[in-house]
């Protein structure tokens, strides 16, 4: 089955500068991979995702870029603000109606004022 | 908005009891999902159902059941808790298949003392 790992697990950045969290699958048939943003005391929240036909996708402050050949995947938060601070999850799957998501371990994130 | 409500958020219970976790989704999705979350470790998924009364192991279905008797509510059930599952548990949704957004609830934290 697929797994996927997330690194690193913490991190801490100072407001207004970059954090880029990194994660790897091994199923090379995945082709679906979103990123989870969990505050404290919440349930995961989707924030975007990205499929195998592209490379890159952007949304506002957040980016997602993918290297299929290398089998891994990157979150890119520029301009950090403080609500960015929270427990980051990726995941990849195959887009079919029997494959689950498979989550990476996670990655807490703190954005210092 | 899709809305994932987990009737309890913080449960002790003792070591043997019978636990029940309870699970609504108000937005008529096909499937849902148990997920436990240990730091480190991610989200891993313990059942999934797709259908009313249909149900499927996850990555980690031992000590648990799962009860789906209505389409908006599934029910998560340690048969005989042990120490070993105080965890949190996170109950999610989804509309078809797995390129779609998974929705979650906000958790509910069982000790097993």
């Known amino acids: 089955g697929e797994n996927v790992e997330q690194h690193p697990s913490t991190l801490s950045v100072q407001e207004g500068d970059s954090a880029v969290i990194k994660c790897t699958y091994s199923?090379?048939?995945?082709?679906?991979f979103p990123w989870y943003k969990q505050e404290l005391g919440k349930g995961p929240q989707l924030i975007i995702d990205?499929?195998?036909?592209?490379g890159e996708k952007k949304d506002q402050r957040i980016a997602v870029t993918l290297n299929k050949t290398a089998k891994h995947f990157s979150l890119h938060i520029t301009e950090t603000q403080p609500e960015d601070s929270a427990v980051y999850f990726c995941?990849?799957?195959?887009?079919?109606?029997?494959?689950?998501?498979?989550f990476g371990g996670g990655t807490r994130l703190m954005v210092k004022p | 908005d899709v809305k994932v409500t987990q009737s309890s958020r913080y449960l002790v219970k003792r070591t043997g009891e019978k636990v029940f976790l309870e699970c609504v989704q108000d937005?008529?999705?096909?499937?849902m999902f148990w997920y436990r979350q240990d730091p480190g470790l991610g989200l891993r998924l313990i059942y999934f159902?797709?259908?009313?009364?249909?149900?499927e192991k996850g990555d980690i279905p031992e000590g648990y059941s799962v009860s789906r008797e209505k389409k908006e509510r599934f029910s998560l059930i340690l048969e005989s808790a042990s120490t070993n599952q105080t965890s949190m548990y996170l109950c999610?949704?989804?509309?078809?298949?797995?390129?779609?957004?998974?929705?979650f609830g906000e958790g509910s934290w069982l000790t097993v003392v």
């Open positions: 999610a949704s989804r509309e078809g298949g797995s390129g779609n957004t998974i929705y």
């Open positions: 199923d090379s048939a995945s082709n679906y």
């Open positions: 990205i499929r195998s036909n592209v």
């Open positions: 995941a990849a799957s195959r887009i079919n109606a029997g494959n689950m998501l498979t």
């Open positions: 937005m008529d999705h096909e499937n």
């Open positions: 159902s797709y259908d009313v009364k249909m149900k």
